[in-house]
């Protein structure tokens, strides 16, 4: 069980917007930036963004995160079938003391 | 261009060591902090810890009695070590830049290599 929560599976149509929640808490997310991954099938994650809403170069402006209080979203918009991974949130949760993931969230493009 | 391969016995006996060396070509080892996360097969990511150039090391609590973690700046890798591995060990394990020192600022990551604990 995570302590960062997402939805397992989440699915779109190309073209279509989707987003993407993890929840968290005050010791975690409260506090702490968030970073996003993408996995694509078979490969090693890939950094999405950073400090909650920043995008390495190379992340299509499509993705886009933010974050309120004790949660974070990662948005994707104009889907394409090249999109379809698994997504996982990331922060430093300040109890643990220790960098935390979550569950992962797996993206269909329908 | 930076890149990260990991390298190490993909099979390990119950009890044993498990060690991996992560090359790291493009960058210098004493430019940033370098982490370790795994994979197990099926399932989601779990950091294991990460290290400094100057040897400075930060570990997952659920996992800091058996990890031990260092840097050789001479070959520009960096190394893991896993005590007393399990069957619960068997995970793809990756190494990672960590530009931040913050571990979650992970901007290039190896292929990852498969370690299986089996007897």
């Known amino acids: 069980q995570s302590v960062l929560t997402q939805p397992p599976s989440v699915s779109a149509a190309p073209g279509q917007k989707v987003t993407i929640s993890c929840s968290g808490s005050s010791s975690n997310i409260g506090k702490n930036y968030v970073s996003w991954y993408q996995q694509l099938p078979g490969t090693a994650p890939k950094l999405l963004i950073y400090?909650?809403?920043k995008r390495p170069s190379g992340t299509p402006d499509r993705f886009s995160g933010s974050k309120s209080g004790t949660s974070a979203t990662l948005g994707i918009t104009g889907l394409q079938t090249g999109d379809e991974a698994d997504y996982y949130c990331e922060t430093w949760d300040s109890s643990l003391s220790a960098v935390i993931f979550g569950g992962g969230t797996k993206l269909t493009v329908l | 261009q930076v890149q990260l391969q990991e390298s190490g016995p993909g099979l390990v006996k119950p009890s044993e060591t498990l060690s991996l060396t992560c090359a790291v070509s493009g960058d210098s080892i004493s430019s940033n902090h370098w982490d370790w996360i795994r994979q197990p097969p099926g399932k989601g990511l779990e950091w294991i810890g990460f290290v400094s150039y100057s040897g400075n090391t930060k570990y997952n609590p659920s996992l800091r009695s058996r990890v031990t973690m260092s840097v050789d700046t001479s070959k520009n890798h960096v190394s893991l070590k896993l005590t007393s591995v399990t069957a619960a060990d068997t995970a793809v394990y990756y190494c990672a830049r960590d530009y931040s020192g913050s571990g979650i600022d992970l901007d290039y990551w190896g292929q990852g290599t498969l370690v299986t604990v089996s007897s």
């Open positions: 400090d909650n809403n």
